[in-house]
């Protein structure tokens, strides 16, 4: 066990809302944050955590800590999940180099993982990511990543760490990564080769127009992953004006949408939202929609203690289908209307309304098929 206080510095509450205070129905007044001792948070289901690391992206000044000005944002929203325990334990040290913010993130977010607590890290450029990949691996622990991103980092030509992180995370030995799945990639950013190997790979990919087509198919992929990583540049530029990748991407209600899908997901232990620079933010609108996107990532963890386990089939509506020769079950809570459906072996894996209308059709849902590639 880490005493996480050498890694951590308080919050400076009162400077983050100008000494006006709180009420009693806003966020602010029903987290356990360290203000002035570290909060015990043994019965918290999600505990927030900010690193001000930038020097990845290229970027040396972060003199603006990005996530107190997530924190502003997010502690003035109103506290509508009672059943959803929140701390948050400050800062992460910023260390003399790069590699030593890298150790200090996966040190604090790897003893989080052995207390069983769900991660959400504010702020930070995008290769972060690895620090997060990295406390698993401290853990030994196997894990299905999704990046929410415009571009896929594997540019192994670029010398930017945020531009290159997941050639490491992807193909570094040992490998604890038993599945990659990148959602939003904007096309013209990414070199066709780039998906064709990831194609490769086995590792699904869904552009931006796809995913926006019927944002309710990426419900699944997000339920099956343990790490979550979410560059804001995914966000169009007029719904979030710190993201200066692109012109186009996701809305800010279809942002919040994936971050609810985060937090409907039992699995996902860690969400990081990196890439967001306040000296580049207009009237504080990207802090404001990460901070909503946050509320509905409280939104989702609320909601997921409904869901009942997938061995309770009670809970569940059953439905036997043959789809080319292949016997399958289909299974959709009666609680919350997700769906699941079984694999050859036995497995059973999450999937969508629109998988079982195939298989009853007798055609073969692609999610299955992927799936079964893999297995």
């Known amino acids: 066990m880490y005493d996480l206080h050498d890694f951590l510095t308080a919050i400076p509450v009162h400077e983050l809302n100008d000494d006006k205070g709180y009420t009693d ?12 001792e570290l909060p015990d948070i043994t019965g918290a289901d999600i505990v927030f955590v900010g690193v001000n690391e930038t020097r990845g992206s290229g970027v040396f000044d972060n003199t603006i800590s990005a996530a107190d000005a997530i924190r502003k944002q997010l502690y003035q929203l109103h506290y509508w999940h009672t059943d959803v ?25 790897a003893e989080l993982f052995r207390m069983n607590k769900t991660v959400v890290i504010l702020g930070g450029s995008h290769d972060i990511t690895l620090a997060q990949y990295f406390a698993y691996k401290e853990l030994q622990q196997i894990v299905e990543a999704t990046c929410i991103d415009a571009t896929i980092n594997l540019k192994g030509e670029n010398p930017l760490r945020s531009e290159n992180f997941l050639l490491e995370m992807l193909t570094g030995e040992p490998n604890l990564v038993k599945h990659y799945n990148h959602i939003g990639f904007q096309s013209y950013f990414v070199h066709p080769r780039m998906l064709e190997t990831m194609d490769k790979l086995r590792f699904d ?35 979030s004006p710190a993201s200066t990748e692109s012109p186009n991407g996701f809305t800010g209600e279809e942002a919040c949408i994936l971050a609810r899908f985060a937090g409907l997901s039992n699995k996902v232990n860690s969400f990081g939202i990196y890439g967001y620079m306040p000296q580049q933010d207009l009237n504080e609108l990207s802090a404001k929609q990460i901070s909503q996107m946050l509320w509905y990532f409280i939104d989702g963890k609320s909601r997921s ?65 992927r799936a079964q590639e893999r297995s």
């Not at 129905?25 to 002035?36: D, F, P, R, S, V």
């Not at 569940?316 to 959709?332: A, D, G, M, P, R």
């Open 85 to 109: 325990a929140i701390a948050d334990i400050g800062n992460i040290k910023t260390g003399a180099t790069l590699s030593d913010s890298y150790a200090a993130v996966k040190t604090v977010l």
């Open 25 to 36: 129905g806003q966020l602010a007044k029903h987290i356990a944050i360290y203000e002035n």
């Open 305 to 369: 203690k409904q869901e009942a386990s997938i061995e309770d089939r009670d809970y569940f509506n059953e439905y036997h289908t043959s789809f080319n020769e292949v016997e399958s079950v289909f299974l959709q809570s009666k609680k919350t209307g997700r769906w699941w459906m079984q694999l050859p072996n036995k497995k059973i894996i999450p999937c969508s309304y629109n998988d079982y209308v195939q298989a009853s059709r007798n055609e073969i849902p692609e999610r299955w098929l």
């Open 205 to 239: 990919c869904y552009r931006v127009g796809t995913a926006r087509e019927n944002m309710e198919e990426m419900e699944p992929v997000i339920r099956n992953t343990h790490l979550l990583s979410f560059d804001i540049s995914a966000i169009k530029y007029s719904d």
